[in-house]
Each structure stands twice: as C-alpha cells, then as structure tokens.
C-alpha cells in the first residue's frame, strides 16, 4: 500500500552530553528513510531536535558554570552543524524550549485535567535522575541501583507532592490497540515485550517535578514543573505545528515512524499513546525500536575510552562510507558491535572492490570501446540484465518500503556482484578485438552502464553524494532520481557523455587507520583494559555440578555468588542445521547475546520467542556446531526426559539479576 505521507522522527536528543555514535545512528537511519520517500514522490517531513529540560540538564549546565538556558543554547548548537556534517535532511529542528512547544505542552496538560486523567497526589519512591524515571524499592538492583540495563546507576529517595497521570486507566485501552495494530511496535518481537509490561498492569505515572525548577511550569501551579517525559514527547506534534501550523500538523499527523532506540521504548510504545488518548489525538502508525552498538564487544561509555564521535569517524574514512557501514551492518532492530576490522573490510570489500571497482571498470571501458558516450542500447525487449535490475530494484522498493534498510543494501549488492560476473563472463576486451561483434559490445557496456544507473538511484538515500558523483560520471549531468521517473530500464540515452572521475571509495590501508587511531586512543584504552568485564557465555541445560569438596555436595554461599543469572527475554529462535537438538536463541539479556540450547525435541522456535528465560551469564563462550554460545539457559527435567524452561512469574525486563 502506497503511503500517502511520511512523518518520520528521531528522539530528540538530550542535552547533557555530545553528540556520539548512538544519536547518529539514529539520525542517520531516519534520513536514509526520509531520502528514500521523498524520492519515492511521498509528501516527507522528518523531524528531529533537543530535550532540553528535566533535573539532568539542569546538574550539567551547575556543573559547566551555567545558567540553564545559556547551557541549552549552546549544546542545541552543537548537534545542528553535526547534522549537517552528516548530511541528515530534517524538516525541522525541534527545541522543548522553543515558546511554542511550551504552549503546546501547557495546552494539553490543560487538556488532560479535563478530561480528569490528572490528579494531586504524593509519592515516596527512588529517582534515577539519568532516566529521570521512578522506581519501587523491590524494583531495584542491590545497592540501590537503577534497574534499567543500560543505566544501573544509583537512585535517590524522594517523598514529594505530585501530580499524577491516570495511566491505569489505559492499560486495557492500550492492550486493545496494541491488538488492534500488531505492527505499532516494530520490530514485531518488541511488541511482545510491551504487551506482557503493560498484562503485569500500570501504576499511575507521576508527572510533575517540586525539587528542581528547570522545566516547563505546571499551568496553575508554579511550584511544579511538568515531567520532562511529557513535555518531551509532546515535541512529536508540536514540530509539526499543533497549534502554530495546522495544514501542516493536518497533512502529516499521525506520524508515521517515531524510531528510537529500544531503551525508550516504554516511554513511545506505553505512556505516549496514552497521553494522546487522553487528549484526544490519534496514534502514531508505528514506534520502531532499534538497537544499540557496542564498540568492540563492550558498552559505549567514556569511562571505557570507547566512546565514538561521529565527527572523527567522517573524518578518518568519509561520510558515505560511515553512513553505509551503520545500515548495512546491522538490520534494524538488533543490536551492533562497532569494530574497526569490520568497517574497513566493508570499506575495501564492498565499497572500493565491489562497487568502486564496477563503476570504475565500466567508465573506462566506455572510453576504450565506445567512444565516451553511451551507446545504442538494444532493441529486443529480452534483455537478461535488464530483467535482473528491474527484479533487484522491485526487492529493494518492497524492502525500504518495509523499512528493512539494511535488506535493501544486500538487494543492492546481489545486483553489484551480478553486473561483476557479467563482465568477467562477457569479456569486453575481447570482444572489442572483433569487428563482428561491435553491435554486440554496445550493447554489453549500455547495459552495465544503465545498471549502475540504477544502482546509483537505489543508494541515493543512503550515500547521497557518492550516488550524484556516480551519476556524473555516467553521463548523466543532472539526474531525476525520482523513482516515478528513474525507476525504469532505458533512462541513460543514446550520446549521454561519460565522465572520468576521482576514485569513489579509495581503500583504505588497514595499519595506517589503526595507528593514527591507536595514538588517540591509547591513554583511554589503559582504563578500558583494567575496568573490561569477564566475557559473557554459553548453554547447556543442567544446572552447574555440585561442589565435590564440601560434604553432602553443598557449596558456599560465595560459590553460588559467582554465577551470574539474569532473566533473558528470547528474541528471535530458529533451529541449528544438522542437530535435531539445538536451537540458536538469540535472547536480550540487558545486552544481546546468541545461546544455543539443548531444547530443541521439546520446544518449537515459536514456542519460545517472546518467553523470559533465566540465563546463566557469566559462563565462558562455548562453540556448538560452529555458532559461539553466549550462556547457558536454566531448564527442569523431568525423570522421564520430558523438559521445561524454567521462566519468571509475570513480565519482567530483560537483563534483571536472579537470585
Ligand atoms: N531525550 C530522550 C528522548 C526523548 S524522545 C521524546 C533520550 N535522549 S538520549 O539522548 O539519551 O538518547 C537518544 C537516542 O540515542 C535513544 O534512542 C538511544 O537509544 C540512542 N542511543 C544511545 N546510545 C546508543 C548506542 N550505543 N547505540 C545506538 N543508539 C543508542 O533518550
């Protein structure tokens, strides 16, 4: 089904920190999105921007020496000319201190209190200021730390008075639309995680804030701010002019994908439609959650010294490159390990020798064997390339349209390393020995140069300089990449003049990258090798064996205290090739890990996904039948040999410790 408009966005971006390599990701997959329909004829807004309020930013701009809005107005500067560097194409930047979000935000804060799904209240909880989230005490991890896997810091104590959204009253609104819209959460396994969060019921959520000052006030009751989740969620529609443009706000809400990473995926896929339920809005058609990227195996933190900045990374081996790397690593949903090795390889491999090569290879052939210009192409409708490129562009539409970006890359590519063999097995060079076969030879090099066209089209929205500078030099001085137009055989035209260009994608000498790089980083890499945690590990399904030296097989208290359990939720399962026993999980532990488990005679892969398993985290990877498995799944058997997982009672995020 065609779209009739597209509204993508990004988060918006706190202000507490720098840009790094996770805000860009982000960035970077929403414009490749936004190009991609734009190019496709589809009305396109896409939108990102700055959360600047909340007690977070505040403490950043005490400790930088600053008041709140001269800090905010200087770090808003410092993602704008990055976004640019980046080549990312927003509509819009949106601020949370811009004066007509802030209206917007008192307008529906306004809206919910008539609508009697906002009270005064007091709570007495644990705060995690970097989250800016509440906790129960039995919710935290020991020591008093925040649970959510990818913070775990410690919280602090707080009795207050506070307003209160009525988000009890949504739970089964939103099981029903959850139902209703199977696709609100994508990936698809990610809505499994939402609905059990929301079948274990939903407290009411406080929402305004008495202990600091730095947010929008409550309208009435200037002692309390509101609640920077909601003032920053509220950003999706006041972007788009709720109240400041309504042609615009008519024309392209709801919007289409919000896309976030997935440790705010509670806050879009639970509270946000929600509130707007409350107020009255409709839903966002989808909430894509993506994953996260680690950097070589461990955690992106500056504590580590592996912290990436964007900027640098353009630097060392070019934007396009970069922007390539990111989408086509990684589908989008699963998360990343960055690492150096892979990039250059995908650099050398797929940039410089596959594609630089082709079209490098193809343009001086054109200026060897005909003339510089391109040829006749051929007149019998049964052309075998053209049949392919039109079958490869067919699969790469229906894949972006499925917001499978990194699919798209690999149609790309079947196509890149078609036209390669098509020379090999064509010979030009020797076929141009041959008078006979002058016909036969335009018609080789109109085909190949046709097919980079359209190459050069499909990666525009990807890589939209290198794709222009391909274009040049393929004849065609300026192109219409629309796909109404583009999106056929026969768009290069007989006499089009090919240029000679630079290289596109230089390779890259793999020592020269690692040693500027190793000069940067080795004073941070110091700290990284001392604080690396153990390595995480592989399955099997009994328990670990009894202590043998202890009498009656018991263990120590710290024996026991050395395994690490946590509870994993099961991603994705499917069964391993040529064991009728195993199944490859891959499971979300806090962080994503593959285990390959006994349990394949009594468990199908769709009897699992979705379940919480309890894993044994801290085992030493373990390779089964080729596939490292990285820990161990807690199963019960019974005397017969009939088995069962052992899971948790009730939903409960992954990565949670047990025991
Ligand atoms: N301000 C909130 C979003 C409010 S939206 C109404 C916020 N900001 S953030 O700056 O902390 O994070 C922005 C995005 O960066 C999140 O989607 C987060 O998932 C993403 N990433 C942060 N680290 C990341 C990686 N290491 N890898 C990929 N993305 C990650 O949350």
């Not at 955690?299 to 010294?305: A, D, I, V, Y």
């Amino acid at each position: 089904m065609k779209r009739e408009s597209f509204y993508i966005s990004t988060p918006i971006y706190y202000v507490n920190g720098e840009p790094h390599l996770g805000h860009a990701y982000t960035s970077i997959v929403a414009d490749v999105l936004a190009r991609y329909h734009r190019q496709s004829g589809i009305p396109t807004f896409f939108m990102t921007g700055t959360d600047e309020h909340g007690q977070k930013v505040e403490e950043a701009a005490r400790a930088a020496g600053k008041t709140p809005k001269e800090f905010t107005d200087g770090m808003a500067e410092l993602f704008k000319p990055l976004w640019k560097e980046l080549n990312i194409s927003n509509d819009h930047f949106i601020r949370t201190t811009d004066e007509d979000h802030e209206a917007v935000v008192a307008e529906v804060w306004k809206k919910m209190t008539d609508n009697g799904d906002i009270y005064l209240g007091e709570y007495e909880d644990f705060y995690c200021v970097h989250d800016e989230t509440f906790w129960k005490e039995g919710q935290l991890l020991e020591g008093h730390l925040c649970p959510n896997p990818w913070c775990r810091r410690p919280v602090e104590k707080r009795k207050e008075k506070s307003y209160f959204f009525r988000l009890s009253k949504y739970q089964q609104p939103l099981l029903d639309y959850y139902r209703e819209h199977p696709d609100f959460v994508l990936p698809e396994y990610r809505m499994n995680e939402v609905t059990s969060f929301v079948n274990g019921g939903l407290q009411d959520l406080s929402i305004s804030r008495t202990s600091f000052s730095w947010g929008i006030p409550v309208p009435g009751d200037a002692e309390h701010v509101i609640y920077v989740w909601v003032d920053a969620l509220f950003n999706y529609v006041s972007g788009i002019g709720y109240k400041s443009d309504r042609s615009r706000y008519e024309k392209f809400w709801p919007a289409t994908v919000h896309l976030i990473g997935k440790d705010i995926l509670r806050f879009h896929a639970i509270y946000w439609p929600a509130f707007l339920m409350s107020v009255g809005l409709p839903l966002p058609q989808h909430v894509y959650a993506h994953g996260f990227w680690n950097i070589e195996g461990q955690k992106m933190s500056k504590s580590l010294g592996n912290w990436i900045n964007p900027r640098e990374m353009v630097q060392t081996f070019g934007l396009d490159a970069f922007r390539y790397y990111l989408l086509r690593e990684i589908p989008l949903g699963p998360d990343g390990d960055f690492m150096r090795s892979s990039l250059l390889n995908r650099i050398n491999s797929d940039l410089a020798n596959d594609l630089g090569n082709l079209l490098s290879r193809s343009v001086s052939m054109g200026f060897k064997f005909v003339s510089g210009v391109v040829p006749q192409p051929a007149s019998e409708p049964d052309n075998q390339v053209a049949r392919k490129a039109l079958a490869v562009y067919a699969a790469y539409r229906e894949s972006m349209d499925d917001l499978k970006t990194n699919k798209a890359l690999s149609d790309i590519w079947e196509l890149v390393s078609y036209l390669n063999r098509y020379i090999d097995e064509k010979a030009p060079w020797v076929m141009a020995r041959d008078a006979s076969k002058k016909r036969e030879l335009e018609i080789v090099m109109y085909n190949l140069l046709e097919a980079l066209r359209l190459i050069s089209v499909m990666l525009k929205p990807f890589m939209p300089d290198s794709a222009l500078k391909m274009l040049q030099q393929l004849g065609y001085e300026n192109p219409d990449c629309d796909f109404d137009v583009a999106g056929r055989w026969g768009v290069l035209s007989e006499g089009m003049k090919l240029q000679k260009g630079s290289v596109l994608f230089p390779r890259i000498d793999i020592e020269t990258v690692e040693n500027k790089e190793s000069a940067v980083t080795e004073n941070k890499n110091e700290t990284a090798n001392i604080e690396k945690p153990a390595a995480p590990a592989p399955l099997a399904v009994s328990a670990a064996p009894a202590e043998k030296t202890l009498p009656e097989g018991l263990i120590e208290y710290d024996d026991f205290a050395k395994v690490q359990l946590k509870v994993g939720l099961v991603l994705e399962a499917e069964k391993v090739e040529g064991a009728d026993k195993l199944l490859k999980l891959k499971v979300d532990t806090g962080e994503e890990r593959t285990i390959v488990a006994g349990i394949a005679l009594h468990y199908k892969p769709e009897q699992i996904v979705g379940k919480n398993i309890i894993v044994v985290a801290n085992l030493k990877p373990r390779k089964l039948r080729g596939i490292v498995s990285n820990g161990m799944l807690l199963a019960a058997t019974q005397k017969d040999g009939k088995l069962a997982i052992v899971t948790t009672d009730g939903p409960i995020e992954g990565g949670s410790r047990v025991g």
